[in-house]
């Protein structure tokens, strides 16, 4: 039986993969931008990070709301049991997951943040950030289980919500996205699928986005409407 408890149910790979390219998930993340706050548990517990190797060219890191995709271990801390190991999944694909949106354990959420490709960690995840007192996979992680990760992060591609999406639409660098730019980036978006799309439905989707997220209704969206995530700058 193959089993992804590691990986939260409702993200396939191939739909992960894809995601950049894929309307559904592009609308669904320009409208639903909000809907990610997650319950903070009372804890002075922390999430230990060791860095093993990290590249000398370490140019592009991971934030919330990329794709990464990468190759992890799973051990149980106290008697260093391996409970996981993604290399025996899947012929041995890496896995595809969104950062920090909760598609893996909120722990490796907080220990995959600002890695970059090629990049090798050991991380200590306390059970307040895993499985909790309940555990997991019928006693497999066991009630208040310290988790120990040994994680090789392949490749990050940056999310429709990242300050270098938002860049990359805002052609004339005003800090503003215009009705113009972001036809022009629907665009492109979907020339990279193979299936041709009518000016009808593109102007459909505009439509659908600026009712979404001009808040102000002054025809631009701005960062904060965008949303962009915290901690990026522009
Ligand atoms: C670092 O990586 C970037 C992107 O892969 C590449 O363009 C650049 O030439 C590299 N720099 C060095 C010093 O290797
Ligand atoms: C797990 O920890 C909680 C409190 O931290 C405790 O109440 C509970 O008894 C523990 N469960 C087990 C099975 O040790
Ligand atoms: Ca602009
Ligand atoms: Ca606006």
Not at 21 to 48: D, H, I, P
Not at 127 to 132: L, Q, T
Request: aromatic residues 10%; charged residues 30%.
């Amino acid at each position: 039986m193959r089993h992804r408890a590691y990986i939260r149910p409702g993200v396939s790979a191939l739909g992960t993969m894809l995601f950049l390219f894929r309307l559904a998930v592009f609308l669904s993340l320009w409208g639903c931008s909000n809907a990610q706050g997650q319950t903070e548990e009372e804890s002075t517990e922390e999430v230990k990070i060791e860095v093993l190797h990290r590249p000398e060219n370490c140019s592009k890191t991971s934030r919330k709301g990329d794709l990464l995709n990468a190759h992890y271990d799973g051990y149980l801390a106290k008697d260093g049991s391996k409970f996981y190991c993604s290399r025996t999944q899947d012929e041995g694909h890496p896995k595809w997951f969104v950062l920090g949106v909760g598609h893996v354990i909120k722990g490796l959420d907080i220990a995959m943040m600002d890695m970059c490709p090629g990049e090798k960690r050991k991380v200590i995840i306390p059970p307040s950030f895993a499985y909790g007192k309940e555990g997991y996979a019928e006693g497999k992680i066991p009630p208040n289980a310290t988790l120990m990760f040994e994680i090789e992060l392949y490749a990050v591609t940056k999310g429709p919500r990242s300050i270098e999406t938002f860049k990359e639409i805002d052609t004339d660098n005003d800090k503003q996205l215009s009705r113009a730019e972001i036809e022009l980036y629907l665009q492109k978006d979907f020339e990279k699928d193979a299936k041709p799309r009518d000016k009808a439905y593109q102007n459909a989707v505009l439509e659908d986005i600026f009712k979404k997220n001009d808040h102000n209704r002054d025809g631009f969206i701005s960062p904060k409407e965008y949303n962009v995530h915290q901690h990026d700058e522009l």
